[in-house]
Protein backbone atom coordinates (compact mmCIF):
# COMPACT_ATOMS: atom_id res chain seq x y z
CA UNK A 1 0.00 0.00 0.00
CA UNK A 2 1.36 3.17 -0.91
CA UNK A 3 1.42 6.25 1.41
CA UNK A 4 -1.81 7.91 -0.26
CA UNK A 5 -3.21 5.11 0.55
CA UNK A 6 -1.84 4.63 3.80
CA UNK A 7 -3.54 8.18 4.53
CA UNK A 8 -6.66 7.80 3.20
CA UNK A 9 -7.27 3.90 5.16
CA UNK A 10 -6.20 6.20 8.25
CA UNK A 11 -8.55 9.06 7.18
CA UNK A 12 -11.28 6.18 7.25
CA UNK A 13 -10.48 4.28 10.25
CA UNK A 14 -10.09 7.62 12.47
CA UNK A 15 -12.51 10.00 11.67
CA UNK A 16 -14.96 7.78 8.62
CA UNK A 17 -14.06 9.51 6.15
CA UNK A 18 -13.41 8.71 2.17
CA UNK A 19 -11.83 10.16 -0.44
CA UNK A 20 -13.95 12.18 -2.72
CA UNK A 21 -13.01 12.88 -6.30
CA UNK A 22 -14.31 15.95 -7.62
CA UNK A 23 -12.88 17.27 -10.74
CA UNK A 24 -13.37 15.24 -14.00
CA UNK A 25 -10.66 16.88 -15.59
CA UNK A 26 -8.40 15.55 -12.51
CA UNK A 27 -9.42 12.07 -11.60
CA UNK A 28 -6.70 11.42 -9.52
CA UNK A 29 -7.39 14.21 -7.00
CA UNK A 30 -9.22 13.79 -4.00
CA UNK A 31 -10.46 15.89 -0.51
CA UNK A 32 -10.97 14.27 2.55
CA UNK A 33 -14.20 16.14 4.49
CA UNK A 34 -14.50 16.76 8.38
CA UNK A 35 -18.00 14.37 8.44
CA UNK A 36 -19.85 17.36 10.40
CA UNK A 37 -19.13 20.18 8.55
CA UNK A 38 -18.30 19.25 5.59
CA UNK A 39 -14.83 21.08 5.16
CA UNK A 40 -11.98 20.27 3.84
CA UNK A 41 -8.84 19.35 5.81
CA UNK A 42 -6.77 17.48 3.70
CA UNK A 43 -6.36 17.15 -0.54
CA UNK A 44 -4.36 14.46 -2.41
CA UNK A 45 -2.77 14.91 -5.84
CA UNK A 46 -0.36 14.46 -7.98
CA UNK A 47 1.39 17.03 -9.23
CA UNK A 48 4.37 17.66 -11.95
CA UNK A 49 7.46 18.52 -10.07
CA UNK A 50 7.96 21.50 -12.08
CA UNK A 51 4.92 23.24 -10.42
CA UNK A 52 6.19 22.89 -7.30
CA UNK A 53 9.34 24.18 -7.95
CA UNK A 54 10.97 21.04 -7.37
CA UNK A 55 13.53 21.54 -10.11
CA UNK A 56 14.99 19.00 -11.43
CA UNK A 57 12.43 15.85 -12.63
CA UNK A 58 10.59 19.23 -14.90
CA UNK A 59 7.24 17.79 -15.54
CA UNK A 60 7.25 14.15 -13.73
CA UNK A 61 4.67 13.70 -11.18
CA UNK A 62 5.27 13.86 -7.49
CA UNK A 63 2.22 12.90 -5.22
CA UNK A 64 1.17 15.46 -2.61
CA UNK A 65 -1.45 16.12 0.29
CA UNK A 66 -2.45 19.44 1.47
CA UNK A 67 -3.28 20.01 5.19
CA UNK A 68 -4.43 23.14 7.43
CA UNK A 69 -1.72 23.96 9.72
CA UNK A 70 -1.35 26.79 12.25
CA UNK A 71 0.19 30.03 10.52
CA UNK A 72 3.19 29.96 13.09
CA UNK A 73 3.49 25.82 12.57
CA UNK A 74 4.06 26.67 8.35
CA UNK A 75 6.97 29.19 8.63
CA UNK A 76 9.16 26.77 10.39
CA UNK A 77 7.62 23.02 8.66
CA UNK A 78 8.82 24.75 5.18
CA UNK A 79 12.30 25.51 6.15
CA UNK A 80 11.81 21.40 5.75
CA UNK A 81 12.50 19.28 3.31
CA UNK A 82 9.39 17.40 2.17
CA UNK A 83 7.66 20.84 2.76
CA UNK A 84 6.01 23.36 1.06
CA UNK A 85 4.03 26.30 1.43
CA UNK A 86 0.21 25.18 -0.09
CA UNK A 87 0.08 24.21 -3.75
CA UNK A 88 -3.27 25.59 -5.12
CA UNK A 89 -4.42 26.96 -1.49
CA UNK A 90 -4.35 29.90 0.54
CA UNK A 91 -0.49 29.42 1.38
CA UNK A 92 -0.50 31.07 4.93
CA UNK A 93 -2.99 28.41 5.82
CA UNK A 94 -2.55 25.37 4.31
CA UNK A 95 1.17 22.94 3.41
CA UNK A 96 1.99 20.63 0.82
CA UNK A 97 3.41 17.58 1.83
CA UNK A 98 5.62 15.42 -0.29
CA UNK A 99 4.99 11.52 -0.43
CA UNK A 100 8.34 10.72 -2.19
CA UNK A 101 9.40 9.64 1.36
CA UNK A 102 11.10 12.49 2.35
CA UNK A 103 8.49 12.94 5.45
CA UNK A 104 8.33 10.03 7.29
CA UNK A 105 4.41 8.65 7.32
CA UNK A 106 3.77 9.39 11.55
CA UNK A 107 4.60 13.35 10.69
CA UNK A 108 1.89 12.64 8.19
CA UNK A 109 -0.35 11.65 10.33
CA UNK A 110 0.11 13.71 13.09
CA UNK A 111 -0.39 16.81 10.45
CA UNK A 112 -3.60 15.43 9.35
CA UNK A 113 -4.99 15.23 12.47
CA UNK A 114 -4.05 18.51 13.57
CA UNK A 115 -5.55 19.53 10.08
CA UNK A 116 -9.03 17.87 11.10
CA UNK A 117 -8.76 19.67 14.08
CA UNK A 118 -8.07 22.95 12.60
CA UNK A 119 -11.35 22.40 10.39
CA UNK A 120 -13.99 20.82 13.36
CA UNK A 121 -13.35 24.15 15.52
CA UNK A 122 -16.72 25.47 16.21
Known sequence: MDLREKIFAYAKER??????YLWKRDPASAVLRNGRNRKW???????????LGLGPG?????DVVNVKVDPDLL???????????????DKKYWMTILL????????????LDMSYALVDER
Open 15 to 20: YGTSPE
Open 41 to 51: YAIAMTVPRQR
Open 58 to 62: GMDPV
Open 75 to 89: VQMIQADGFLPGYHM
Open 100 to 111: DGSVGEGQILDL
